[in-house]
């Protein structure tokens, strides 16, 4: 594990972009950055059109160490070069920025009011991959719709026993049960949520390190026990669906918490945009999320 990676996750201010798109939200990602379905004709020129996006806002002048701490890639852009560079070499060499890498296959279908990862396919070579490729840590995400006890209790036992493993790699667990935002019982699933997640930290070695990433919770300061188990490198906020507006509003109200936005910090960028208002655009999104981060 590198030490000076590690650092920089446990103590710098700043927040984690997620820029890991996969098959299934990928159009929607494009649509938003003014690129339609009829623009690409199958998978491989959807995936070079997408980089090309990430490949834009990575090289940008407005990314960089001071406010962004990390970045998520897919695997396929993991794989891919920026201007001539490995990316996560490139994220590292040139600006600093940690990679991690998404590395679940999607979700199950619903049972027990959620969804559990689907079984991940050849994960141990993918854990070798990322390694070879200089990855400091990779992130899983499941869903909760119901405040369901035996479902909740399911998704955090699958995510740590994940955890375990991908830890053994020496790389680092980004444990994501997210919570529907949309949940009628968001605020009970949270209550369970946080008991299952305390339980699995107390049964972990004291030299495992994870970090969690949670919607941002209904009750204000919900998960800051949390943040100081000594388990924990980072809590971390996925945007979930909410707008940047209303996201970093909310996270400014959870001291402790850092963002991990996807949506919400890509949601104003366009193709069409020129250099500057591309540059100018990203710069007051990671400025906002980068406040709200360290309030």
Same mark, same amino acid.
């Given at each position: 594990?590198?030490?000076?990676?590690?650092?920089?996750?446990?103590?710098?201010?700043? =927040?984690?972009?997620?820029?890991?798109?996969?098959?299934?939200?990928?159009?929607?990602?494009?649509?938003?950055?003014?690129?339609?379905?009829?623009?690409?004709r199958?998978?491989?020129?959807?995936f070079?059109?997408?980089?090309?996006?990430?490949?834009?806002?990575?090289?940008?002048?407005? =990314?960089?160490?001071?406010?962004?701490?990390?970045?998520?890639? %897919?695997?396929?852009?993991?794989?891919?070069?920026?201007?001539?560079?490995?990316?996560?070499?490139?994220?590292?060499?040139?600006k600093?920025?940690?990679? =991690?890498?998404?590395?679940?296959q999607?979700?199950?279908?619903?049972?027990?009011?959620?969804?559990?990862?689907?079984?991940?396919?050849?994960?141990?070579?993918?854990?070798?991959?990322?390694?070879? %490729?200089?990855?400091?840590?990779?992130?899983?995400?499941?869903?909760?719709?119901?405040?369901?006890?035996?479902?909740?209790?399911?998704?955090?036992?699958?995510?740590?026993?994940?955890?375990?493993?991908?830890?053994?790699?020496?790389?680092?667990?980004?444990?994501?049960?997210?919570?529907?935002?949309?949940?009628?019982?968001?605020?009970?699933?949270?209550?369970?949520?946080?008991?299952?997640?305390? %339980?699995?930290?107390?049964?972990?070695?004291?030299?495992?390190?994870?970090?969690?990433?949670?919607?941002?919770?209904?009750?204000?300061? =919900?998960?800051?026990?949390?943040i100081?188990?000594?388990?924990?490198?980072?809590?971390?906020?996925?945007?979930?669906?909410?707008?940047?507006?209303?996201?970093?509003?909310?996270?400014?109200?959870?001291?402790?918490?850092?963002?991990?936005?996807?949506?919400a910090?890509?949601?104003?960028?366009?193709?069409?945009?020129?250099?500057?208002?591309?540059?100018?655009?990203?710069?007051?999104?990671?400025?906002?999320?980068?406040?709200?981060?360290?309030?």
């Amino acid at each position: 594990m590198d030490q000076e990676k590690l650092k920089i996750m446990s103590i710098n201010k700043g =927040f984690i972009a997620a820029l890991d798109q996969s098959e299934g939200s990928t159009p929607k990602a494009l649509k938003s950055y003014g690129i339609e379905e009829t623009d690409y004709r199958n998978e491989k020129e959807m995936f070079d059109l997408v980089h090309a996006m990430r490949s834009r806002i990575i090289q940008s002048p407005m =990314f960089t160490s001071e406010q962004i701490l990390g970045t998520i890639l %897919y695997e396929g852009t993991m794989e891919r070069k920026i201007n001539g560079i490995l990316a996560v070499d490139y994220l590292w060499n040139q600006k600093g920025i940690v990679s =991690f890498l998404k590395v679940d296959q999607g979700l199950d279908s619903e049972k027990d009011g959620v969804q559990l990862l689907k079984p991940i396919i050849d994960l141990n070579s993918t854990l070798l991959k990322a390694s070879k %490729y200089h990855i400091f840590g990779t992130k899983e995400r499941s869903l909760i719709k119901l405040a369901n006890p035996v479902g909740i209790k399911k998704i955090v036992e699958q995510q740590f026993e994940l955890a375990k493993q991908i830890f053994s790699y020496g790389l680092i667990p980004i444990i994501e049960p997210e919570v529907d935002i949309n949940s009628p019982e968001k605020e009970s699933a949270e209550i369970i949520l946080k008991q299952e997640i305390g %339980y699995q930290l107390s049964k972990l070695d004291s030299h495992i390190k994870v970090i969690l990433k949670l919607s941002i919770p209904t009750t204000d300061n =919900f998960y800051e026990n949390l943040i100081n188990h000594p388990n924990v490198i980072r809590i971390v906020a996925l945007s979930g669906g909410y707008s940047q507006e209303e996201a970093t509003k909310l996270l400014k109200r959870n001291h402790g918490l850092i963002a991990s936005f996807s949506r919400a910090l890509v949601e104003e960028l366009n193709i069409k945009q020129s250099s500057e208002e591309f540059d100018k655009t990203l710069k007051k999104s990671i400025e906002h999320i980068y406040d709200a981060s360290i309030t």
